[in-house]
C-alpha cells in the first residue's frame, strides 16, 4: 500500500513540475499556473549541492544492500540554505530507518531525528541563514527498533 501511495505522489509532483515548465508567460499569470511556474523557476535558478548517500551501519547479518541510506542536495536561495532529501529502508525489513540533522548557528548546536518504516522525502529543510551564524549541517543515519541502532557515522553535507 505504501508503494503505491509513493508511486501516486511521485507522479502527481512529476506532473505539476511539468506543468510549470510547459506554461506560457499568459498563463503564469493565472493563480494555480503561477505558483508552479515560480517554483519550477526558482529550482532551476539555483546551482544544486549534492551530498551523500550516508549509510547505516551493518547490523543483524545484513549485507551493503540491506542498509538504509540517505542522499541529497542543498541550494542557497537569497541567503537561505535549504536541504532536500530522501531517506531510503532498502531492506523493508519492518525495522525503522532514522535520519539525524545537526546543524550549527549563533544559538548552539541543533538535532533533529525522523523515522519511516519505508521512505521519507524531505522537501526545502531548513532556512538557515549565514548572517544568524550557520556553519555546519550534519546527516547520520541509523536502522532498528530504537533511534540509536546500527547507526553509521556523521556525514558532512554542508
Same mark, same amino acid.
Given at each position: 500500500?505504501? +508503494?503505491?501511495? !509513493?508511486?501516486?505522489?511521485?507522479?502527481?509532483?512529476?506532473?505539476?513540475?511539468?506543468?510549470?515548465?510547459?506554461? !506560457? #508567460?499568459?498563463?503564469? /499569470? !493565472? =493563480?494555480?499556473?503561477?505558483?508552479?511556474?515560480?517554483?519550477?523557476?526558482? /529550482?532551476?535558478?539555483?546551482?544544486?549541492?549534492?551530498?551523500? #548517500?550516508?549509510?547505516?551501519?551493518?547490523?543483524?547479518?545484513?549485507?551493503?544492500? =540491506?542498509?538504509?541510506?540517505? +542522499? =541529497?542536495?542543498?541550494?542557497?536561495?537569497?541567503? *537561505?540554505?535549504?536541504? $532536500?532529501?530522501?531517506? !531510503?529502508?532498502?531492506?523493508?525489513? *519492518?525495522?525503522?530507518?532514522?535520519?539525524?540533522?545537526?546543524?550549527?548557528?549563533?544559538?548552539?548546536?541543533?538535532? +533533529?531525528?525522523?523515522?519511516?518504516?519505508?521512505?521519507?522525502?524531505?522537501?526545502?529543510?531548513? =532556512?538557515? *541563514?549565514?548572517?544568524?551564524? $550557520?556553519?555546519?549541517? +550534519?546527516?547520520?543515519?541509523?536502522?532498528?527498533?530504537?533511534?540509536?541502532?546500527?547507526?553509521?557515522?556523521?556525514?558532512?553535507?554542508?
Amino acid at each position: 500500500m505504501s +508503494k503505491i501511495r !509513493t508511486l501516486l505522489v511521485g507522479t502527481a509532483l512529476a506532473g505539476s513540475l511539468a506543468a510549470g515548465l510547459t506554461a !506560457t #508567460p499568459a498563463q503564469a /499569470a !493565472t =493563480g494555480a499556473a503561477q505558483g508552479s511556474a515560480i517554483s519550477a523557476q526558482g /529550482a532551476q535558478g539555483f546551482t544544486k549541492h549534492f551530498f551523500g #548517500p550516508y549509510y547505516s551501519r551493518f547490523g543483524g547479518g545484513e549485507s551493503f544492500g =540491506g542498509r538504509s541510506s540517505f +542522499k =541529497g542536495y542543498w541550494y542557497n536561495d537569497h541567503g *537561505r540554505y535549504w536541504f $532536500f532529501g530522501d531517506l !531510503t529502508d532498502r531492506d523493508h525489513d *519492518r525495522e525503522y530507518s532514522y535520519v539525524w540533522f545537526k546543524w550549527h548557528d549563533n544559538s548552539g548546536s541543533h538535532v +533533529k531525528v525522523y523515522k519511516t518504516f519505508g521512505g521519507l522525502h524531505f522537501d526545502r529543510f531548513g =532556512g538557515f *541563514r549565514k548572517s544568524n551564524g $550557520f556553519d555546519d549541517f +550534519k546527516i547520520r543515519v541509523c536502522e532498528g527498533d530504537g533511534k540509536f541502532d546500527d547507526c553509521g557515522s556523521w556525514g558532512d553535507a554542508f
